[in-house]
């Protein structure tokens, strides 16, 4: 499906190419409040946004791919951007944006209005029809990460979280470990509550007691800011929904004078570069994330080509990871 011009919007509303453009561009002054509603109508009505970016590089056969992602510092979305830059096509622009999720939609709108030829979005979508709606009435495909949910609407990335999770409990259950707890955030994404499910459910199987569920800011901050709970909890192990939460933790504990693993085992999960260079080194689930990031970039090509092609929905494996901040217990 080709793109709205504005030959469709003058054929719409019944006027001349030029009528649009002088009323799109605010020269409104010598058209009737009849036309200037006509135009504007036809605009909403069709969709159409003036392609910034395709006026000033007219003929350029460049494809523009915005990403939206929730941090340029976390090592997590860092390294998925490394990745889509070196795996990236020649003729292929990526504009990175970080975004909060109050401002993901007027974000998107940002984007579309430069004239982006499809999204890659790594942010939780909270209202996913909506937003499906909106980027298909402009004719923009988009590619979901895994902090959303899948909703059928267009392509996803996914790890098996729940797996990941079990991979997780299942570790510090066979090195002794029975009193176990779970360090997550106040907001909870998709793909976060399935580390959860995963952890507890591998709990229930083995008929262990519940696991403590304890949360604070998405940070190493916020690990470190937890510690004192944890040490209350008598936990002997925890689980960290994410290493940069984990390595707060070990930062809390050694603030305490107390050590990673002999006072406390800790894992975490995603595997960013940091984890295996602390001291001690962090037993960790990894995700692919540098093949999240090129098969972000090869599904968001292939929707570009194809616009009405069926959804895919991808789900890559993990791994775990182990190093030296867990120990058996007795």
Known sequence: MKKVSIKDVAHEAGVSVTTVSHILNHNEKRFSKETITKVLNAKE??????????????????????????????????????????????DVDLFFLTTTGKELESNIKQLVERGMDGLIIGRLIENPEALDTYLKKRNVPYVVLDQSEDHGFTDIIRTDE?????????????????????????????????RVQGFITYCRAHHLSEPLFMQTELSKAGGASIVPAILESNATAVFAINDEMAIGIMRGLADRGLSVPADLSVVGYDDIDFASYMIPSLTTVAQPMEDIGALALTLIMKKIQSPDSNPEKVELPNKLVIRETTRQVN
């Open 162 to 194: 729940e797996a990941g999770g079990q991979l997780a409990a299942e570790h510090l259950i066979r090195l002794g470990h029975r009193s176990l707890a779970i360090i997550a955030p106040h907001q909870m994404m998709a793909n976060m509550k399935d």
């Open 45 to 90: 009505t069709l969709g159409y946004f003036p392609n910034k970016n395709a006026q000033q590089l007219r003929g350029s056969k460049i494809k523009l791919i915005g990403v939206l992602l929730p941090s340029l510092t976390n090592p997590f979305f860092s390294t998925i951007m490394q990745s889509m830059d070196q795996n990236k096509p020649d």
